[in-house]
């Protein structure tokens, strides 16, 4: 039986021009918005296989995560 692999990613591209500021400047920008879309995390997520109890255990966490942050900015 053959194995299935993670189901692909499908999202919006992603394009970053480098105008005169140049490509350290470019490049910069780009990691801004992997990381502001959590695309190297769910990257880093899907190297391997997670069983559904594991899961389930860190949709438990970032749901958490997300809750006390929007706790946190509605204090502010």
Do not use: C, N, W
């Not at 990613?9 to 490509?23: A, I, Q, S, T, Y």
């Not at 400047?25 to 780009?30: D, E, K, M, V, W």
């Not at 959590?38 to 899907?46: P, Q, T, V």
Request: aromatic share 2%; net charge positive.
């Amino acid at each position: 039986m053959m194995e299935k692999g993670p189901e692909p990613f499908v999202g919006k591209p992603l394009e970053v021009r480098v105008d005169e500021r140049g490509l350290d400047r470019a490049l910069r920008r780009l990691r801004r918005i992997t990381a502001s879309e959590g695309i190297l995390r769910e990257m880093k997520r899907r190297r391997h296989y997670e069983k559904p109890s594991q899961a389930s255990k860190r949709k438990l966490r970032e749901a958490a995560r997300r809750r006390k942050r929007r706790m946190k900015r509605s204090e502010d």
